[in-house]
């Protein structure tokens, strides 16, 4: 058996083709959803995905009101910065490209930008409304595994999901997305404390592995037929590579397809459904807005 190796950048170009859809009523309407996305330094993992951001928006065709500010920038300024987009009714998304310089409180930024604006979803009030399940944005890759599973037809309900990792970006939020009634898995959350993973990975019927670390996940670990979502970015020196690296995930991707019944690629599996999604809560956050005039 070969798993079906699913196709993240064809589902993320199907999402992004029904937003800009969307976006052109909107326009119609006299809304134009406009995305402020911001970047403090010049990380170059931050800056690329800054870039593939900005190329998602022109293609939307929504409006980009970017900000690249100095490494230097204080945290007060950058907080002045997001007060005033807060303010500021025809900006409907605030993104900050995290990680942030070292002297710039994540939290302190985090909790500044309003609620409704949180097109990452990680505001407080977004992750609350998330837990009780009531309306709000979903961080955008555990929503874009989620769009995944249902887009490829994939049964979830009564299933065994097996998450690794508990970072607040996947491995939480992706469980719980998992253990909604919609969704209606049975979730295990494993991590650097748990002890006999291999054990309890191989009773999954889908793993998601968001542990950042390649081969975390071999094949001994997976059961035949299981669905294998992989949610690393991993670089590993390659010398054949112009970068002189490549990307690899979290999972022993060529070992494991001979046994999963589904699996995702790195890259063009999770990846590109991030930016999808962030395009998705974009939209809705002007849909919002344009609702609450």
Do not use: W
């Amino acid at each position: 058996m070969s798993a079906v190796i699913i196709d993240g950048k064809k589902i993320a170009q199907d999402v992004r083709s029904g937003v800009a859809e969307k976006v052109s009523a909107l326009k119609a309407n006299g809304v134009n959803p406009c995305l402020a996305v911001i970047l403090v330094g010049e990380n170059p993992a931050s800056v690329s995905y800054v870039t593939g951001k900005r190329k998602a928006l022109a293609e939307a065709g929504m409006t980009d009101r970017s900000v690249v500010l100095p490494e230097s920038t204080t945290e007060s300024d950058l907080l002045k910065l997001i007060s005033e987009l807060n303010a500021d009714k025809t900006v409907h998304g605030i993104l900050v490209q995290l990680p942030l310089p070292k002297h710039i409180n994540e939290d302190k930024v985090i909790m500044a930008i309003a609620p409704e604006k949180d097109v990452d979803g990680f505001h407080p009030v977004n992750v609350g409304n998330m837990m009780i399940g009531r309306p709000g944005f979903l961080p955008c890759t555990p929503h874009g595994i989620i769009v995944l599973l249902e887009r490829m037809g994939i049964e979830t309900s009564g299933k065994h999901a097996v998450v690794i990792g508990r970072s607040n970006i996947v491995g939480k939020p992706v469980s719980m997305l998992l253990a909604r009634r919609e969704t209606n898995c049975t979730v295990t959350i494993c991590h650097t404390g748990t002890k006999n993973m291999a054990d309890i990975v191989k009773q999954a019927d889908i793993i998601v592995a968001a542990s950042g670390h390649p081969h975390t996940v071999t094949a001994d670990m997976v059961k035949d037929g299981a669905v294998v979502i992989d949610v690393g970015v991993n670089r590993i020196p390659d010398a054949t590579k112009k970068s002189g690296f490549r990307l690899i995930g979290d999972v022993d991707f060529d070992e494991i397809k001979e046994k999963a019944s589904f699996i995702t690629p790195v890259p063009g599996g999770v990846g590109p459904m991030t930016i999808a999604m962030l395009m998705y809560n974009t939209l809705e956050a002007a849909e919002n807005a344009s609702n609450n005039q």
